[in-house]
């Protein structure tokens, strides 16, 4: 895929790129909402850009591509671009935009690296670039093809339900009565709010009910900053502010974690804290098609009051033929429940298992270990991160 000229030159200078990437990311944004405030107010996350979330990602995903197309010089990371791309969908993200984010970018490079971004190293990184982002704008014209579309439609709040004390589950109709597009169990929207500054602010939700022709639901837990980032702008205005008879915008469903089994197929599916969403909706998905194949539910949380969607939990597992459930609280466990972090010591985990998991990055890197170490094959471990894709950033 990388010209063999373009590869010497990307593989001596991929050290000195990589030690700065860091830098690059943080000048070509300040570049880029310099040239184009909009992009910050009405596309990209704020809270995420505070944090230096997104360009944690941003570097991961530039030097994890970088790296991939040498040392696999015949394919290219499919999975990473997959995601990326549905959640480019989600925003609604145009083919121009990435020659935008390119004069940006490599203005940054230019910036950071100076004179050693010479004619023909200017000339390597271009090509990595535009491989990434040729296959990316592909990816991202298929999904809106499938979807019939790249816009936003408006839809009415028809119930909220207070599920914890920082989860709330909205439930929608389309506002203009027209039909319901088919979902995947484990896919998100893109939800737009207007906020008190006028801001056009844009966050992705799972889906987190049952199949339904003419509903979707999705559950927004707050985000309560701290030193290292403010509180959740969307998820505090829809907490305080969004009632049923509401009006949101939501884009079709996207995402790349869904549920992928023949009805024998054994499956793991792991959560913790709000990442129980996607894996509502995939149980309640197995809970429909009668699967009949060992499912083993896993789920973290601080508290069974904290737990949302625990009733969901129960009931969906309920429903299906071979089903194990393992529910742990780090306080307040009770009978039937386990204390601590989620462990699968003593928890079986079959032959040939699927798994899915959804949570803070900690907690799927270690059941991811725990996984690998049991014999499921890494291949068959699938997770969605919410947010940022942090787990190529830290390696």
């Not at 090509?127 to 839809?155: F, H, Q």
């Not at 780090?330 to 601590?340: I, K, L, M, V």
Request: charged share 20%; aromatic share 6%.
């Amino acid at each position: 895929m990388l010209s063999e000229q373009s590869a010497a030159t990307v593989r001596a200078t991929l050290p000195a790129v990589g030690a700065a990437i860091g830098e690059i990311t943080e000048r070509f944004y300040a570049r880029l909402f310099a040239s184009h405030p909009v992009l910050l107010r009405d596309l990209f996350n704020r809270g995420n850009q505070a944090s230096g979330a997104q360009k944690q990602a941003l570097a991961g995903s530039i030097t994890a591509f970088a790296t991939h197309l040498l040392e696999h010089p015949d394919t290219r990371p499919d999975a990473m671009l997959g995601r990326i791309a549905h959640k480019h969908a989600s925003l609604g993200v145009a083919p121009e935009q990435y020659q935008v984010v390119h004069e940006h970018l490599f203005g940054a490079i230019a910036e950071v690296l100076g004179e050693t971004v010479t004619p023909e190293v200017a000339a390597a990184w271009t090509e990595v670039y535009w491989l990434m982002a040729n296959a990316l704008v592909a990816i991202e014209k298929r999904l809106y093809e499938e979807s019939g579309t790249r816009d936003r439609r408006p839809w009415e709040v028809v119930e909220r339900v207070e599920e914890t004390a920082d989860v709330v589950t909205f439930r929608l109709r389309p506002a203009d009565g027209g039909p319901v597009r088919d979902v995947r169990a484990g896919q998100y929207v893109s939800v737009q709010v207007v906020l008190a500054d006028g801001a056009r602010q844009i966050r992705q939700y799972s889906l987190s009910g049952g199949p339904s022709e003419s509903v979707r639901q999705f559950s927004v837990k707050r985000v309560t900053g701290g030193a290292a980032a403010p509180d959740g702008e969307v998820s505090n205005h829809l907490h305080a502010h969004v009632r049923v008879g509401d009006v949101l915008e939501l884009s079709e469903p996207y995402g790349d974690l869904v549920l992928d089994a023949d009805a024998g197929t054994p499956l793991l599916l792991a959560s913790a804290g709000i990442g129980v969403t996607p894996m509502i909706a995939m149980l309640a998905d197995l809970a429909a098609a009668g699967h009949q194949g060992a499912v083993t539910v896993v789920h973290g949380d601080r508290s069974p009051t904290d737990h949302a969607l625990r009733a969901d939990h129960e009931t969906y597992a309920g429903k299906l033929a071979d089903a194990s459930v393992h529910f742990f609280y780090e306080r307040d466990a009770e009978q039937g429940t386990r204390t601590g972090l989620v462990d699968l010591a003593g928890i079986t985990v079959p032959a040939g298992t699927r798994a899915y998991l959804c949570g803070p990055l900690p907690f799927m890197r270690a059941v991811r270990a725990q996984l690998v170490e049991r014999g499921v094959a890494p291949a068959d471990i699938h997770y969605e991160v919410f947010g940022p894709d942090l787990w190529l950033a830290q390696g």
